[in-house]
């Protein structure tokens, strides 16, 4: 079996010395990683190692005709060059045929089959989105890479490698229950430690040094005072666009926090927070626009915006102190954040849902398993959840008679949902690797 895979591991060895050679030492141990991959059999290892060897022929290629280029125009003998480089893309599409076609080399790769697609859709998406940010940003984006220049591509490799485990880790919707908070709860851990260490001077874990009050309601109300900044609201829609909803029960820093705090309760949640799912995030996105346009319009220093931002996010921690943990559903989230609501209503466009069949006897069991007071008997009859749906999946496993589930056109519900893992998990691990103050 060695010697089947053997085209694969020299292509790989091959493709690190080429890395090192270039000075990309991060690289190359992301590549000799690789190779430790293929020996652990696990079933995604073989389309992740099958992608790495069809982007290194597309870099193989690349280097051959720059180098081609270059001896033609020295007037250099180049017809050596172009055998011993043609040798070498052989080998890799040997490997890559062998990876695709061999029906041993398959078998090799035995380990947790059930679970290769959507772990190898998230190691393969992880990893070109943060290839694509280390690539295009004018800024060392990863953070490894401020420290130990050259070490992006194994922070990448590792980030990969994390999303490719949740994504197996979550495919079981009772598992996903427990799982999801804790990943939740570990990517707001990351930013606020991130945050604290470039307050106490360590100005690497800073990407412009400038910081921005880690207030969601910033995303809006920031760039509205200052006039320009709107990569955030860039980038909080298209990641809207991409997974729904979902931003609020994956991705932001303080949602982490209600959560939590909503976990503290002994009552099982509460799902009527009624009208203030309109009228109360209504009142605090009003509120943000106007603040903002006025503060700017007045000419009032950034110093004192910030101080006013402020007091609106320590409001909101009252909110999950006081009312979540008593309530047991997320009030700050449902009730009071603005983002929440722009997330809901701009959630509309995105193709993902969550579906309840028309079977559901209206139990109510699943009411108490929603945190964003989503599943209100209303909702119920109505046969859908309601506005402050997050897409958080905590449902799926509470229903008894699995009558709710993910939905997205033309695909079977558990496809939508390994798709969807596949999106939010990425985003994610993407996230939790780039820089974000």
Same mark, same amino acid.
């Given at each position: ?194 945050l604290a260490l470039g307050l106490s001077g360590i100005q690497e874990m800073l ?19 200052? =006039? ?8 909080? %829609? ?5 997974? =729904?909803? %979902? ?36 009142? %605090? ?15 009032? #220093? ?36 603005? *983002? ?36 209100? *008997? ?47 998990? #990425?985003?994610? %691990? ?8």
């Amino acid at each position: 079996m060695i010697a089947r895979l053997l085209p694969v591991l020299l292509s790989l060895l091959l493709l690190a010395a080429h890395a090192l050679r270039r000075g990309e030492w991060g690289l190359t141990a992301a590549f000799v990683l690789l190779v430790a991959l293929a020996f652990s059999r696990r079933s995604f290892a073989r389309p992740v190692l099958a992608a790495a060897l069809a982007w290194g022929l597309v870099l193989w290629a690349q280097t051959t005709k720059n180098l081609l280029a270059f001896r033609i125009m020295a007037g250099m003998p180049w017809e050596r060059l172009l055998y011993i480089m043609g040798g070498v893309m052989a080998l890799a599409a040997l490997g890559l045929t062998l990876l695709l076609a061999a029906r041993r080399l398959r078998d090799w790769f035995d380990k947790s089959p059930e679970r290769a697609s959507p772990q190898a859709a998230a190691f393969i998406l992880t990893a070109a989105l943060l290839g694509i940010a280390r690539a295009k940003s004018p800024l060392p984006v990863l953070l490894a890479n401020r420290f130990w220049p050259g070490s992006g591509w194994l922070e990448i490799f590792l980030l990969a490698l994390y999303a490719a485990w949740a994504a197996g880790a979550l495919g079981d919707p009772k598992n996903a229950r427990r799982l999801r908070p804790m990943l939740w709860a570990f990517f707001s851990a990351v930013f606020f430690a991130q945050l604290a260490l470039g307050l106490s001077g360590i100005q690497e874990m800073l990407m412009t040094g400038r910081l921005h009050l880690p207030v969601p309601a910033l995303i809006v109300g920031g760039p509205l005072f200052r =006039g320009e900044g709107f990569f955030m609201p860039i980038l909080f %829609a298209v990641s809207v666009l991409l997974v =729904g909803p %979902a931003w609020c029960s994956w991705l932001c820093y303080i949602g982490a926090w209600d959560d939590q705090a909503s976990r503290l309760s002994r009552r099982p949640p509460e799902s009527s927070p009624g009208k203030l799912l309109w009228y109360g995030r209504g009142a %605090a996105l009003a509120l943000t626009v106007g603040a903002a346009l006025s503060l700017r319009a007045l000419g009032v #220093s950034p110093g004192t915006a910030v101080l006013a931002a402020a007091a609106f996010g320590l409001a909101g921690v009252g909110i999950m102190l006081a009312a979540s943990r008593r309530r047991g559903y997320m009030v700050h989230c449902a009730t009071y954040c603005p *983002m929440g609501l722009v997330g809901n209503l701009l959630g509309r466009l995105s193709p993902w849902r969550l579906r309840i069949d028309k079977g559901c006897t209206q139990c109510g069991v699943c009411s108490h398993a929603c945190r964003y007071g989503a599943l209100t *008997m209303r909702d119920l009859a109505a046969g859908r959840p309601g506005l402050s749906c997050t897409l958080c999946g905590d449902c799926l496993p509470a229903c008894p008679h699995s009558h709710t589930g993910y939905f997205f056109p033309g695909l079977s519900r558990q496809a939508a949902r390994s798709a969807f893992l596949v999106m939010v998990v #990425s985003l994610h %691990a993407v996230f939790l690797g780039v820089a974000r103050i």
